[in-house]
């Protein structure tokens, strides 16, 4: 059964909390009002069963109500997912901050607390290995219906599968001569950008808009045709692109999003610089973008081996003063400065130990001494 077919959620609260959800729905995507409603209703299921007595805001307490409920989300067997409890407790919280601000009762926003939300988990770039995708891609173009030319579609440009879905049957533009690119639309991070394609990735769009041809529902004006819901559709291709990759043999889950992380890494690895990797994936911060790069050794290696070859900024070795042949004053600052050069010359070739870091403090000693007699005038004549 669908989220959108569920029965409605029977309990007191749970008008108030559904105007809450409203409230801040306003500034927020489909799927963030659907993960609040899911999260509020995990909750006051939960409450309803545990405590039948509580009707109203003001009985909420932390303790039992908020704490048995976190208790009992640590305690599912099987276990959730560390960021799927992380989200209901962060989803919770904000309808409860909302609830205090529009009911006037402060002591909501302190049920669920900020130290009580873990920290999400690092999460290691996801791309494909090289065997998987070739593997993942010949089987893809082997197909050519609709579910193959749609992932390829992802893999080739980076999209997310929520942006593809909604893209648009015109997004295709042509910005000179040989030159393509997919307008994605405004998105998760609510920024919208053009993506450079090549003719591959061009037929791929003239063939999913063949098949949206032969779809019998409605133009509604995006490139695939939607029989029941986005929700449903994503669904579907998700199921698709798991099916391909047990027919090739993956023995890994592949995931859509993993393509995004493969199309990334590559576009490294061809020459494209961090500013422009963060415009063809729609990130609004560098660090958003490395978390996406999978460098491995390889790469490494390479980026090594360049930067020995062509060093930019090696120190040049001191210059070796003349030697001291000045009567005088200016003797005394020729030779302190002709062996302040030959201690320096000597340490550096010497490996790191006591003997290197007393020949650098005796350099440092006699830069020191040097500078005090730079500062004396010479005798009277």
Known sequence: MTRSLRSPLLHPLGPTFDAAVDSL???????????????????????GTHHPEVVSLDQLRRDPHILGWMTQLRSRVPPLAPITYILRLTFVRGALNELAWTTRMPELSQLV????????????????????????????????????????????????????VDLSFDCLHTSGLDHWAVHVPIGKLKTERLVPVDSFTRDLVHRLRFFRWLDPTPPDGHLLARPASRHMLIRQLRSYLHEVSAAVGIPVRIVPHQLRHTYASEMLRCGVDLPALMKLLGHTSPEMTMVYLDIALTDLQREFDLACSHPRHAAPPPRAPASPTRDGFAGVRDALVTAQHMVEMYRRTLPEGDSRRSLDRLGNRLAKILAEIRKLQPPPK
Not at 31 to 46: C, G, H, K, P, T
Not at 128 to 145: G, I, P
Request: glycine share 6%.
């Open 113 to 164: 607390r900020r130290q009580d939300i873990p920290r999400r988990p690092h999460s290691l770039p996801r791309a494909l290995s090289d065997d998987h995708d070739q593997l993942l891609q010949q089987e893809l173009r082997r197909r050519n219906d609709l579910g193959s030319n749609f992932f390829l579609l992802l893999r080739h440009t980076g999209m997310r599968i929520g942006e593809a």
């Open 25 to 47: 729905g306003a500034a927020l995507a489909p799927e963030s009002i659907r993960q609040y409603r899911d999260a509020v209703r995990n909750f006051l299921s939960w409450l």
